[in-house]
C-alpha cells in the first residue's frame, strides 16, 4: 500500500493566521483528498484534488478559506486560511489505493487559539 | 445519495467478550465497504474490506461479511482484548470514488 508522509503532525496558531499542511505520497496516485475531523467526530471531505485541475470542493467548504495544491502526482498541500477556534481539528488527507483501498496519513492535529 | 448508518457508541466491554458493530448501507449499485480502525491519538487505518456480496473481510481477529439482501457489514471480533480499544469507522465507496463514513463508534475494553 502507498505510504503518506503529512506535517505537521500537530500545531498551535493564532486566530487570523493561516497554515498549510502538507501530505507527500510514495507512489504516483490519481486522486488524493482532504478531510476534517471535528473533535469527537466523524470525517467530512473538504475536498477532491487533481494533479493539474482545479480542487472539487464539497457542500459547505471554499477554495478561499482552504486553498488546495496539487503540482504533481505524488504531492497536495491544504491551506486553512484566516482561521477561528471553529477550525480546530484533525485534518487527513487521503489516497485511493486502487486494489488496496484508501490510505490515510497520519492527520494533522490543529487547534487555533 | 450513498451513505452508511453505523451503531452508536460507546461500547464498553470486558476482555475476552465478544464484539458486534453494526452497519448498514443506502447505495445505488454495488459498492465497496470498509472498515477503518482509529486508535487514540493516531491517524486512520484499514482494518478489512469487501468489493462484492458476499465477500468476508477479515485482519487482526475481526471479521465483516458484505450481505446485499440486508444492505449490511456488520463488524464482529470474537474475543476482544484491552489493544483493541478505539474508534471504528465503517465507510463506503461512492460511485465518484469519495469515501462516505459512519459517524463511528468508540470501543473500549476493560481488563
Known amino acids: 500500500s502507498a505510504v503518506i508522509s503529512q506535517k505537521p503532525s500537530r500545531d498551535i496558531c493564532q486566530r487570523g493566521t493561516s497554515l498549510t499542511i502538507q501530505c507527500q505520497v510514495d507512489?504516483?496516485?490519481?486522486?488524493m483528498f482532504w478531510y476534517r475531523q471535528q473533535p469527537g467526530q466523524s470525517l467530512t471531505l473538504i475536498a477532491t484534488?487533481?494533479?493539474?485541475?482545479?480542487?472539487?470542493?464539497e457542500s459547505g467548504f471554499v477554495i478561499d478559506k482552504f486553498p488546495i495544491s496539487r503540482p504533481n502526482l505524488t504531492f497536495s498541500t491544504l491551506t486553512v486560511s484566516n482561521m477561528s477556534p471553529e477550525d480546530s481539528s484533525i485534518y487527513l488527507c487521503?489516497?485511493?489505493?486502487?486494489?488496496?483501498?484508501?490510505?490515510f496519513g497520519s492527520g494533522t492535529r490543529l487547534t487555533v487559539v | 445519495g450513498d451513505s452508511v448508518t453505523q451503531m452508536e457508541g460507546p461500547v464498553t466491554l470486558s476482555e475476552e467478550a465478544f464484539l458486534t458493530i453494526n452497519c448498514t448501507y443506502t447505495?445505488?449499485?454495488?459498492?465497496?465497504l470498509f472498515w477503518y480502525v482509529q486508535y487514540p491519538g493516531e491517524g486512520l487505518q484499514l482494518l478489512l474490506k469487501?468489493?462484492?456480496?458476499?465477500d468476508k473481510g477479515s485482519n487482526k481477529g475481526f471479521e465483516a461479511t458484505y450481505r446485499k439482501e440486508t444492505t449490511s457489514f456488520h463488524l464482529e471480533k470474537g474475543s476482544v482484548q484491552v489493544s483493541d480499544s478505539a474508534v471504528y469507522f465503517c465507510?463506503?465507496?461512492?460511485?465518484?470514488?469519495?469515501?462516505?463514513f459512519g459517524a463511528g463508534t468508540t470501543v473500549t475494553v476493560r481488563a
Open positions: 487521503s489516497v485511493d489505493d486502487s486494489h488496496y483501498g484508501y490510505t
Open positions: 507512489s504516483q496516485v490519481t486522486m
Open positions: 484534488a487533481n494533479q493539474g485541475s482545479e480542487a472539487t470542493y
Open positions: 447505495a445505488t449499485g454495488y459498492p465497496s
Open positions: 469487501a468489493t462484492k456480496a458476499d
Open positions: 465507510a463506503l465507496r461512492m460511485v465518484d470514488y469519495k469515501l462516505s
